[in-house]
Nanobody, 116 residues
Framework: QVHLVQSGGGLVQAGASLRLSCVASTHTPIIDGMGWFRRPPEKEREFVAEIDESGIATYADIVNGRAAVSRENGKNTVYLQLNDLKPEDTAVYYC??????????WGQGTQVAVTS
């Protein structure tokens, strides 16, 4: 069993930056990719970014150019750097661990609120 614990987030003004962290409780050789998702208020969950086991990152158009996902394997940690935040980035952000094509493990979520 893999437990993902998130940190970071908070209340910021538009244009600010944040870094979210996601730490896996154990070494995760079985994880094929680590993703970030978000759920804006009263909306469905949406994909934000992912970094795979090779270190290749993929981004959704909604954050492309404003986000950077990275991993620190020695610390079993994945980061999501969000820059130039906008009010529409307000959401609960989740990290998730993917095995093959399915995200099997999820963090507890962290709130990001952006004021204009």
């Amino acid at each position: 069993q893999v437990h993902l614990v998130q940190s970071g987030g908070g209340l910021v003004q538009a244009g600010a930056s944040l870094r979210l962290s996601c730490v896996a409780s154990t070494h995760t050789p079985i994880i094929d990719g680590m993703g970030w998702f978000r759920r804006p208020p009263e909306k469905e969950r949406e994909f934000v970014a992912e970094i795979d086991e090779s270190g290749i990152a993929t981004y959704a158009d909604i954050v492309n150019g404003r986000a950077a996902v990275s991993r620190e394997n020695g610390k079993n940690t994945v980061y999501l750097q969000l820059n130039d935040l906008k009010p529409e980035d307000t959401a609960v952000y989740y990290c998730a661990g993917r095995i093959d094509a399915r995200y099997e493990y999820w963090g507890q979520g962290t709130q990001v609120a952006v004021t204009s």
